[in-house]
């Protein structure tokens, strides 16, 4: 069974920096896309990172050179740093992985810029 945990969220004020961790088990790590999407209240989920097997990234504009996604495949664990945080990245922040004929989300974690 694949299964993502994430954790991490809080409470930052604007211009703060928080980092969110996602643990798989259940895969081959190592052989996955990894993402990070979020989801504000009364908004549709958006992709906010990704990361392939071979370390290629990609951001949302909303996020580029505010955002560092990473992995550390030994410990199946896939990052997202974010710095210079705003109230509008106010959102319940999730990973995925489609693995399996699946897409599998975590439970998620909240993270709070109040504005």
């Known amino acids: 069974q694949v299964r993502l945990v994430e954790s991490g969220g809080g409470l930052v004020q604007p211009g703060g920096s928080l980092r969110l961790s996602c643990t798989a088990s259940?895969?081959?790590?190592?052989?996955?896309?990894m993402n990070w999407y979020r989801q504000a209240t009364g908004k549709q989920r958006e992709l906010v990172a990704n990361i392939t097997s071979d370390g290629t990234t990609t951001y949302a504009d909303s996020v580029k050179g505010r955002f560092t996604i990473s992995r550390n495949n030994p410990w199946n664990t896939v990052s997202l740093q974010m710095n210079s945080l705003k109230p509008e990245d106010t959102a319940a922040y999730y990973c995925?992985?489609?693995?399996?004929?699946?897409?599998?989300w975590g439970q998620g974690t909240q993270v709070t810029v109040p504005g």
């Open positions: 259940g895969i081959n790590f190592k052989l996955y896309t």
């Open positions: 995925n992985v489609r693995a399996r004929g699946s897409l599998v």
